[in-house]
């Protein structure tokens, strides 16, 4: 029976002359002779015990000298106020001690690998490996908890807006959204495979279908991609779905529940609706579809204003249909050559094949990587277009149009970090729209889906899917906060015909199409209403809000880069005999 009476951190000076019993662990111990002063913690927070040797026993005060970092104890005692020289401004419970008169060791501890205190400086991988002990530094149980209740939150909102929790199946079947399935061998039929789900995209399209009309789920996702700081194997989604909508009615749910979380954690007013830019506009003024609207520098499109320059890149860029395009980046003229050398590198990682700079000096004269061989007043033209001031800085890319704004976009976005023109205080919130229903593979030779196959065409578009794929746009629509993608989200196809129309842009015969997702055009036939949804990213929500630099700090359990988990040491090898029960053959890796 748990006969605690209050949480460490909850005591106040409202219980002064009290009995209270604790039990949590032991943060720090310092012994003055004769009397013992420990910090007992749990995940409420710390308060100050003392065993003080002229009022207890000597048994008492032999246990209270034997207490050690992160052992276990129950303390009872009775709460008094401090001195007012003792305070402790840095404790929520600096006011008060509590005065021990009787103790319990429930369990001892060795010496921990790591520190159990917020400003550790470990490295990330011990914490990771020894997960079960970072989690009880007071910055992590603080994490834990505020993302109980951004969840919590989004539970109640879509509760009181008339939406019902379904959850649907982690076994499912490998479909194509994307990315790679993990998958799971069949013990019962050898040779066949269920996949983890990528999103419960079908199962909640059924869920409309079945006439549930409005679904949410917190939803484990799993993808086999490769990490990043805001990417892992394994994720959380918020999902929902609706039922004879358009496009504004899941946007304005988003939208409120966006207010609400961050009006109610966050102590900040959002302003409805939210802004709207198109991802053909995203593109060509940030090079992004999921821009950082914080600072300005935008893109510009200057092919016509150097027509006729005479530089041969330029040229033969025009002539081949390309893109010019520019960025000025104010107050920038102090970069060096080899910082400008740098960023070259950089953009050419990008697949564009360099970078042209001009850089005008604080007393007006020019440096720049390109000027000597621009004819005429073209170099003129180009910094006015740009509205290139003394001190500034103009970035020039040739090249596909697409491989030169995305290069562009992430050079304003590295500049924008190094300048220092970003507002870390702000939360830019705002939708991008109208997203192209296909991508071309050069890889795959064939269009690839932007967002997923089931996603619904805009229907002035439809006849495009015959004559123009490429430029066909979706009734897609993404939610953008501060260069982070937050979700995703778009009306569904739910007619047969053009669902096979879109199966078959991406390749697959009709055969090939009844073949994998039957299931879905058998149940088109039958009254499927018109519904949309969208997809909240938990981790990447709780990791902005929080400040966090990766999502490895707002979840329990990460993952690192390469997809291991130091703790439970997985991916790990099985023993044969589970493999000879899945019909599985191991082939050795080349060397």
Request: aromatic share 8%; glycine share 6%.
């Amino acid at each position: 029976m748990n006969n605690r009476t209050n949480m460490c951190g909850e005591i106040t000076a409202e219980h002064a002359g009290k009995q209270v019993i604790l039990k949590g662990w032991v943060q720090r111990s310092r012994n003055l002779g004769g009397i013992v002063f420990i910090w007992l913690r749990d995940r409420t927070g710390i308060v100050q015990v003392v065993f003080d040797g002229n009022t207890i026993s000597p048994e008492l005060l032999a246990l209270a000298e034997s207490l050690r970092s992160e052992f276990v104890v129950e303390i009872h005692g009775s709460v008094r106020m401090r001195a007012a020289d003792a305070v402790n401004a840095k404790l929520k419970t600096g006011e008060i001690e509590v005065i021990a008169e009787s103790a319990t060791i429930l369990n001892t501890s060795k010496t921990p690998p790591i520190y159990i205190e917020d400003e550790t400086k470990e490295q990330e991988n011990l914490r990771l490996k020894y997960r079960y002990l970072d989690l009880r530094r007071p910055i992590m149980q603080d994490m834990l908890m505020f993302r109980h209740k951004v969840v919590k939150l989004l539970r109640d909102y879509m509760d009181e807006q008339g939406f019902v929790e379904v959850e649907t199946p982690i076994l499912s079947k490998s479909t194509p959204e994307g990315a790679r399935d993990y998958l799971v061998p069949a013990r019962v039929k050898p040779g066949t495979f269920y996949a983890l789900p990528q999103s419960p995209q079908i199962y909640k399209q059924l869920l409309m279908l079945a006439g549930l009309d409005k679904y949410y789920q917190v939803a484990r996702c799993f993808r086999d991609e490769d990490g990043r700081a805001d990417r892992q194997p394994e994720f959380t989604q918020f999902d929902m779905e609706m039922s004879f909508i358009d496009p504004e009615d899941i946007q304005g749910v988003v939208e409120g529940a966006y207010q609400k979380l961050f009006k109610d954690i966050m102590q900040i007013d959002i302003q409805l609706p939210l802004p709207r830019i198109t991802w053909r506009d995203a593109m060509a003024r940030y090079g992004s579809d999921k821009p950082d609207t914080r600072f300005d520098m935008e893109i510009s499109d200057v092919g016509e204003t150097v027509r006729g320059c005479g530089f041969k890149v330029f040229e033969e860029a025009l002539a081949d249909g390309q893109t010019i395009c520019a960025i000025c980046a104010k107050a920038a003229s102090h970069l060096s050559r080899k910082e400008l050398d740098a960023l070259g590198e950089f953009v050419k990682t990008y697949h564009v094949k360099g970078l042209a700079w001009a850089v005008v000096n604080e007393d007006g004269t020019l440096r720049s990587s390109f000027a000597k061989v621009m004819q005429g007043d073209s170099m003129d033209r180009l910094l006015r277009k740009m509205d290139a001031q003394p001190g500034d800085a103009v970035f020039v890319i040739a090249d596909k149009k697409y491989v030169a704004l995305t290069a562009m976009g992430q050079l304003r976005l590295r500049l924008g970090k190094e300048l220092k023109l970003i507002d870390q205080s702000k939360y830019n919130l705002f939708w991008v729209t109208e997203f192209p229903l296909l991508e071309w593979s050069d890889e795959e030779n064939r269009f690839l889906a932007m967002h997923h196959p089931f996603t619904q065409v805009m229907t002035e578009d439809i006849p495009l899917m015959d004559t123009d794929p490429g430029a066909v746009r979706a009734k897609a629509y993404d939610l953008v906060m501060n260069g982070i993608e937050m979700g995703s989200g778009s009306i569904r196809i739910h007619q047969s015909d053009i669902q096979e129309k879109m199966f078959n842009l991406l390749g697959f015969t009709k055969e090939q199409a009844w073949q994998q997702f039957g299931f879905l055009l058998g149940a088109f036939q039958y009254g499927t209403p018109p519904h949309g949804g969208f997809a909240f990213g938990v981790d990447r929500l709780v990791m902005i809000l929080r400040g966090a630099e990766s999502l490895r700090d707002v979840l329990a359990f990460p993952k690192i880069q390469n997809g291991a988990c130091l703790m439970m040491e997985t991916p790990a090898d099985v023993q044969q005999i589970q493999l000879d029960q899945l019909k599985i053959q191991c082939v050795p890796e080349e060397k």
